[in-house]
């Protein structure tokens, strides 16, 4: 599916991970953005997520296609972190906003080399599932 775009909606977890394993360029990197996170922000798992997948697809269409699966926060984080998403696309986004999107640019650019180990994408199923079923939402 390299090259693929996201479909509209992104039904399930299992549907995203089939996404992202079947080869889509934007698994490694997001991987590592991802454990960079991990690392950096231990307890903000959406965060984390949106690591994950922020170079899935067109900024967009991608987050349209999570919001309903993985919530408001995810899809904004992966929407506002593209290169063109500076501060007037931040400035309607929440107080935290600037500060959330900061630390995911910071990690993308720290997914850009290869680092210490990423794992794997199945290791982050427990994370997704639990981020779907609204376990770590901050927006409420």
Known sequence: MAGSEVPAVVRSVGELLDL????????GHGL????S??????YDKELQ????LHGLGRPGPTAR?????????VA???????AGAGPAAEA????????????LRLAVDAGRSPGPGA???????PVLELVAAGAYDRTG
């Open 76 to 82: 904004r984080l992966v929407r506002l972190c593209a």
């Open 20 to 27: 992202l394993l079947a080869g889509h360029p934007a698994a």
């Open 119 to 125: 794992g794997v994408l199945e290791d982050w199923r």
């Open 92 to 103: 309607g986004a929440g107080a935290d906003a600037g500060t959330d999107v900061e630390a």
């Open 49 to 52: 997520v949106a690591g994950l």
């Open 65 to 73: 296609a999570l919001r309903p699966l993985l919530g408001e926060r």
């Open 37 to 42: 996170l991990r690392r950096s922000h231990p």
């Open 32 to 35: 590592r953005t991802a454990a």
